[in-house]
């Protein structure tokens, strides 16, 4: 009986022996044989037809073929009788389906587009225990992955992995919010209760070199209802080996854990923490290369690191104004993409990078950094060095995260520290002047951290469910905060903390109900004068929008698909 029906030989040896103990790793390779045995048949059917064309065969030859043509019949009517005996103790065990795959004949022997089925239905959907978990970075190892979501610590936004055997694969995520007037992100909205088209992202991956593993990544984003279309990110990665990759492009450095993990499905608040808001203007993305990697260490230990050059931060906004590391907007409008991913305004380069390592399987320590000038070719020299510490820790539906990050700006004119806040008084115009004339200075440095968890629970109640997915599960969640966005002052007003309560109802693991109600404290008193709606010209609005300081609640929709 030829080698690649030794499974089947294997079963119907074990019956003739009057063994009835078939382990179901066995009944499922002989499932797989099936189709290898009808192939067989279908082959051998046609041989002595074939032989006698083209030369004459012998008696016996003849009669032997028809021998063995006749016993595999008889063994495949056996076979079949065996298989639907036993149907659901194969089916239902559970080393038929989390063991070694079914199908235990070499790979040359089955089907191609079958096996390719196989493994595609394997490895691009991540489970339903896997999706949507925050901020997670333990890289896929299926070889058969081209590009894995960030949901797996990849670079792919969507719900599914990009396989190498994929040209191009389409995925994204977005989110919708409502806002009360005290709550908001960086300082361009805010003033009034509103519904909010906050980001819609497209993204689209393809595979350029199969063999080579060559990607290209790219993402759109629609911000506040398509007022910003940027692309967010936009290169080619060569993964040569799992310790090495090469990227360039437009991409995001990694400066902290969030500011690469900052898609809606993964963070598990609404709004984004204020350190990536401010220190770093997350999602920061630039126009460079580098090169990445992970090397697998003895007793599931891993060491992961990224090294980035890039054109770095920009001492204007889009619209000419000196915006940058001031006290008000901190970096948050330093590394608009218009500008950063164009042309650069200095012939030096800034570079990023961080450096992972995690002990135990769930639980990694980061550490980034961040440095490079920010002026003009001929402007007084200016520049920016910032520093990230990461942690975060997986466990089942537990979730806990964290980080601090501080920023230290130095160059000409800058103070080390900086002068007493100005007496406003809200009637007298020059004052307050002089108040927006002093947030618009350039801060000395910044800093501040968040430490955030949540647990999922009620999992096993929604999976019976027939109205829910399986995966669905509510989830209580709370971040503490503080920022300090001039770190050389103790009651300036700008610097603030911020506690933040929420729950999260996820019908389905793609689509997350969240509802935050979040507690402001301001380390100084707020200025009484006049706030607008939407700010005004830079300088001229002390005040980032209506209620600053005040608590508030917010709720947003975040889906991927």
Known sequence: MPA??????????????????????QLAGARG???????????????????????????????QLRKEVSDLR???????????????????SPAATTTAPAITVPATAVEPSSQAANTALQARKPSAEDT???????????????????????????????????????????????????????????????????????????????????????????ELGAHEIDVEQAFISWRVRPEFDFRAGIIVPPIGRFNTYHDSNLNILTLRPLINQYIVPTAYRDAGLGVRGVFRLPREMKL???????????????????????????????????????QATRNSKAVAGRVGFSPILG???????????????????????IVFFDASYQR?????????GRSNIVGAGIARQSAPLPIVNPNDPLSIAALGNYV????????????????KFFRGLFRNREKFDEGAYLMPVVRFEAIRRDRTLSDFYLNESRSTLGLNVAPSPSVIFKLNYAFNHTFGKVPNVPGTINGGEFGADPIPYRDYGKNGFTGSVAYVF
């Open 396 to 404: 089942g539906p537990f979730v806990l995260n964290g980080e601090y």
């Open 132 to 222: 949507g978990l925050p901020q997670y970075t333990g890289r896929s190892t299926d070889s058969s992955v081209a590009m894995a979501t960030k949901a797996h610590g990849g670079d792919l936004s969507g719900a599914g992995n990009l396989l190498r055997t994929d040209r191009v694969a389409v995925g994204g995520y977005g989110d919708f919010q409502f806002r009360t007037p005290s709550l908001n992100e960086r300082a361009d909205g805010g003033g009034s209760s509103t519904f909010q088209s906050t980001r819609f992202v497209l993204g689209v991956a393809a595979v350029l070199s199969q063999k080579q593993n060559i990607t290209l990544n790219s993402e759109i984003e629609y």
């Open 440 to 455: 618009a200075q350039t801060s000395p440095g910044q800093d501040g951290f968040y430490v955030e968890s949540g647990y």
């Open 33 to 63: 044989s099936l189709a290898i045995l009808f192939a067989v048949l279908l082959g051998l059917a046609f041989v002595p037809r074939s032989v006698a064309q083209k030369q004459p065969a012998s008696a016996e030859e003849v009669q």
């Open 304 to 342: 992961s690191y990224e090294a980035d050059v890039v054109n770095g931060f920009q001492a204007q906004n889009d619209d000419g104004e000196a915006t940058p590391f001031s006290r008000i907007y901190g970096q948050s409008s330093a590394a608009e993409p218009v500008s950063i991913a164009f």
């Open 74 to 92: 008889e063994n495949l009517k056996r076979l079949e009788a065996l298989l639907e005996s036993r149907p659901t103790s194969a089916a239902s």
């Open 4 to 25: 690649r029906n030794c499974t089947a030989a294997r079963v119907l040896v074990a019956e003739k022996n009057g063994s009835r103990k078939t382990s179901p790793r």
């Open 363 to 385: 639980l990694e320590f980061g550490l980034s950094t961040y440095a490079g000038t920010f002026t003009n070719q001929d402007d007084p020299k200016k520049s920016a060095t």
